[in-house]
């Protein structure tokens, strides 16, 4: 079938008008010699085989742990009833926490009081899931956002996210205060999903008409710890890359970056990164963080993934 055609068969196929002896002679010096039938049966099985990469995906489980009893704590269900907040209350913690080391050449640059917000908290069901594993590890089993309750403090608004099971055994109260509302809460992993960054989707009770959108910069924070991975638009772009000291324009020679986008104290020339109240880049507890979210699906492409490479969002991004 692939066997090279026998050179003693060209002059036989030429036109009578083409059979010049030189090209016959020509032919026969360089043609290549006569394959046997082993050689050539070789050659085509060889040919048959196609290369193919076997891959088996092995699923890496988290270290076992023992799930911790949920409970509500008294602080949490007078919350409820009352609206009054107390930060200094053990049943309360802020929002963003360190993350467990992985190994011990792991170092994660965590500035837990430029991640503080006197307006946004989490409740210790919340933060708490799982007892200490034999390695300390307890990543991979932080709870997604769902539920927020809002109440109303001196002079602020302040937003505490709640376990599943608070808010299942505190609904019948929530319903019937006058105090708090329950807002449902999903970060934005596509591009067409729709936002829920103004807390006014499936309120109990219903909001009033004098509902707010919680402030740019408790929302920000909120989004990351979620692992919202698309921007709503260039305003809140601009914010976060401000927010977290990293650039959002494109640098010129005499701006000193990191790799990773992030501007030093030092070198911060704009204004507006004088917010900024970092010291390192937050940027690698960032990836980790949203590494945890996504479980092991890519995001390198979205606003988010971008952002935490270095590189810049332009118009088309927000279209």
């Known amino acids: ?52 990469m076997e891959m088996e995906r092995q699923v890496e489980l988290p270290p076992k742990g023992n799930a911790v009893i949920p409970c509500v704590h008294d602080d949490v269900r007078s ?42 908290f989490c409740t210790k069901d919340f933060s708490t899931t799982v007892e200490s594993t034999q390695d300390g590890n307890t990543n991979d089993y932080i709870r997604p956002v769902q539920w927020i309750i809002s109440t109303t403090g001196p002079g602020r608004k302040i937003f505490i996210v709640m376990s599943p099971h608070e808010v299942n055994e505190l609904l019948p109260l929530i319903r019937q205060s006058t105090k708090v509302h329950l807002h449902q809460y ?7 999903m729709k936002s829920f960054e103004d807390l006014a989707f499936h309120c109990i009770p219903p909001l009033g008409s004098s509902w707010l959108k919680p402030e740019i910069g408790v929302i920000t924070r909120l989004n990351l710890w979620a692992g919202q991975l698309y921007i709503e638009d260039e305003g809140a772009y601009i914010y976060l890359c401000n927010f977290l000291g990293l650039y959002s324009q494109k640098p010129t020679e005499d701006d000193n970056l990191q790799p990773d986008g992030f501007i030093k104290p030092e070198h911060r020339k704009s204004s507006a990164l004088s917010t900024c109240t970092f010291e390192q880049s937050q940027v690698p507890y960032l990836r980790r963080l949203f590494a945890l979210r996504r479980k092991g699906m890519g995001y390198f492409s979205t606003h988010m993934g971008k952002i935490l490479r270095g590189r810049l969002l332009e118009n088309d991004d927000f279209c």
């Open 1 to 52: 079938m692939y066997g090279l055609v026998r050179s003693d068969s060209f002059a036989r196929r030429l036109h009578p008008s083409q059979n010049f002896q030189d090209i016959s002679d020509r032919y026969q010096k360089w043609a290549p010699s006569t394959l046997s039938s082993e050689a050539r049966v070789d050659e085509e099985q060889e040919r048959e085989m196609v290369l193919e």
């Open 186 to 192: 999903g970060p934005r992993v596509t591009q067409e």
């Open 79 to 120: 919350l409820v009833k009352s609206g009054r907040f107390s930060s200094s209350s053990s049943a309360f913690f802020p929002l963003f926490q360190p993350l467990s080391r992985d190994s011990e050449d792991m170092e994660l640059s965590f500035e837990a009081d430029s991640w503080k917000s006197r307006q946004l």
